[in-house]
């Protein structure tokens, strides 16, 4: 009941969540030189990094690894920017919710639509490096935007959870950054499911990002179809942590401001 | 006639920690004092069993010694806190200005501020834009708007404030003592655009220290003290007896 009430305030008040999403956007580079360049540079000089440590000095015979780390690497940034930043959201908006009639169930759904509006302005830059190393796109890439609904709900699902805890214990942003970090390495975003080992593979399979990257991976730079089975997995997952999410964070929404 | 606003039997308690409202890590585990707060962890009732019901274009005042509980009042009809018990039950909608200038983002233009201020009281974007151009000369701000809102005076972001609250086309308008805020030309379009309010039948909640307004100009009066309700009614009345009352404690 309370998750339905949750997702009707979320979709009644959507023309505020898209304003804010644009608030975010606009506000983020806003005195900057370059402005929305930055959320272009970012992955770009990661690529370049990595490319030089692990391609060149390791000598991980990934195939054109720049396109391939890309591939991985801007859902990744979309999902780690998006759960630190919906993790403190509601820290972020005291103001708004101590003192004026304003929906906080909407804050986390901004958090991660900022991250996705991100995500698909970096594409154009993905797509042109995809070019540039001669990977083709294929039909699959209309899997795109389902691969990236899923790791939407996913996103959000935590965040619900996430926010509300912050709210009561404001060490849960930190713990979150180093999560992250940790996920990070966890996921395999800058090597390949398959030269793991195969008694490491339950340690990624842990993760449920693992898949959706992976998914990413085959639609864009393998031009394979996802494992459905799989992403219909963490679908299923994602919306179990999603109603659960949003009981905990309604049971707690009017004791926000007295916390806050 | 209806009823505007319903309030059946409702209290309001905090927990109250000697230290502070959240807690870190550190002073769960390293200092264990987890558990030294949950023990410590008082109840303060702000409001104890309050029941009152005001009809549709009431000026209600509420007034009250420092404490007494009148903004908790205000922020459990706003929707802002819940009730520990009892109901409330609200008909219509909501605009409340319960802290001046709080609620806007201090980067974004006072034009931005408008329509995200707009959309979470609920206004359509049609009605944010017929809106638009009210509140910004209401406000007096036509050369100022497109600024960020940190560059304001604070008299300009209460100015801002209140005009986003009283043309949101609200049918019930909470105010935490604003009238007496702003400048003598401000105050007086302010008090303008209350009677403008009045007259056409809107429902008021006015927390005040002014003796004077809530006897001049309200319906009735709530009297509130350590959050119970002393009286309700005529304002000559209940402001008569408040005064008796507080000479009596001073004297």
Redesign the interface.
């Known amino acids: 009941m309370q998750a339905v009430q949750v997702a009707r305030t979320v979709v009644q008040?959507r023309?505020?969540i898209v304003?804010?999403v644009r608030?975010e956007v606009k506000?983020r580079y806003?005195g900057t030189w370059l402005g929305f360049l930055w959320t272009l540079i970012n992955p770009l000089v990661f690529m370049v990094v990595y490319t030089l440590v692990l391609s060149h000095f390791l000598r991980i015979g990934i195939p054109k690894f720049p396109a391939f780390l890309l591939t991985g690497l801007l859902p990744w940034t979309w999902f780690s920017e998006s759960v630190l930043a919906g993790t403190s959201s509601l820290v972020d908006h005291a103001?708004?919710?101590?003192?004026?009639?304003?929906?906080a169930q909407v804050l986390p759904v901004v958090s991660v639509g900022t991250g996705m509006v991100n995500y698909v302005f970096s594409l154009p830059v993905l797509f042109v490096l995809l070019a540039v190393y001669g990977v083709p796109l294929g039909w699959t890439v209309l899997a795109l935007p389902l691969v990236m609904a899923v790791q939407f709900l996913l996103a959000l699902s935590i965040v619900y959870f996430t926010a509300t805890l912050n709210?009561?214990?404001?060490?849960l942003r930190y713990?979150i950054q180093h999560g992250l970090l940790v996920a990070f390495f966890l996921t395999p975003i800058m090597y390949d499911f398959s030269i793991v080992p195969a008694r490491f593979h339950w340690v990624l399979k842990l993760n449920p990002m693992t898949i959706v990257i992976d998914s990413y991976r085959r639609v864009l730079f393998y031009g394979e179809w996802p494992y459905w089975r799989n992403l219909g997995f963490v679908v299923a997952l994602a919306l179990v942590l999603l109603v659960v999410g949003a009981v905990v964070f309604e049971r707690n929404r009017?004791?926000f401001?007295?916390?806050? | 006639m209806r009823d505007a606003i319903i309030l059946e039997h409702v209290s309001k308690s905090?927990?109250r920690y000697p230290t502070r409202?959240?807690?870190?890590?550190?002073d769960?585990l390293v200092r264990g004092e987890w558990l030294r707060r949950v023990r410590s962890r008082q109840h303060v009732e702000a409001l104890k069993d309050v029941s009152f019901s005001v009809r549709e274009g009431t000026v209600l005042g509420i007034i009250g010694p420092n404490g007494a509980g009148k903004s908790t009042l205000l922020?459990l009809i706003?929707?802002?806190?819940?009730p520990t018990s009892g109901r409330i039950m609200v008909n219509g909608r909501?605009?409340?200005l319960?802290?001046l200038g709080?609620?806007?983002?201090p980067?974004?233009s006072g034009r931005?501020n408008i329509?995200?201020?707009g959309?979470?009281?609920?206004l359509?974007?049609r009605e944010i834009r017929r809106a638009m151009g009210e509140i910004i000369a209401f406000a007096e701000l036509e050369e100022v708007i497109d600024a960020p809102v940190r560059t304001y005076s604070s008299g300009m972001f209460m100015r801002l404030a209140f005009s986003i609250a009283v043309n949101v086309d609200p049918d019930i308008l909470l105010l935490d003592e604003v009238l007496a805020v702003g400048d003598a030309h401000f105050a007086e379009k302010s008090r303008a655009r209350m009677e403008e309010f009045k007259e056409r039948g809107k429902t008021i909640l006015l927390v005040t220290h002014d003796l004077a307004t809530a006897q001049g100009w309200c319906h009735q009066v709530l009297w509130l003290d350590q959050g119970r309700v002393v009286a309700l009614g005529a304002p000559a009345e209940v402001v008569a007896r408040y005064r008796g009352k507080s000479v009596a404690t001073v004297g």
Do not use: C, Q, W
């Not at chain 1, 103001?95 to 929906?103: I, K, Q, S, T, Y």
């Not at chain 2, 409202?21 to 550190?26: D, M, N, S």
């Open positions: 008040r023309a505020l304003e804010l608030r506000l806003r103001a708004f919710l101590r003192n004026a009639v304003f929906p709210v009561f214990l404001r060490d713990i009017e004791s401001a007295e916390y806050l | 905090f927990k409202g959240y807690t870190t890590l550190k769960m922020r706003a929707g802002i806190y819940r909501v605009s409340a319960l802290n709080l609620g806007f983002h980067e974004l931005e329509v995200i201020g959309l979470a009281y609920g359509s974007r």
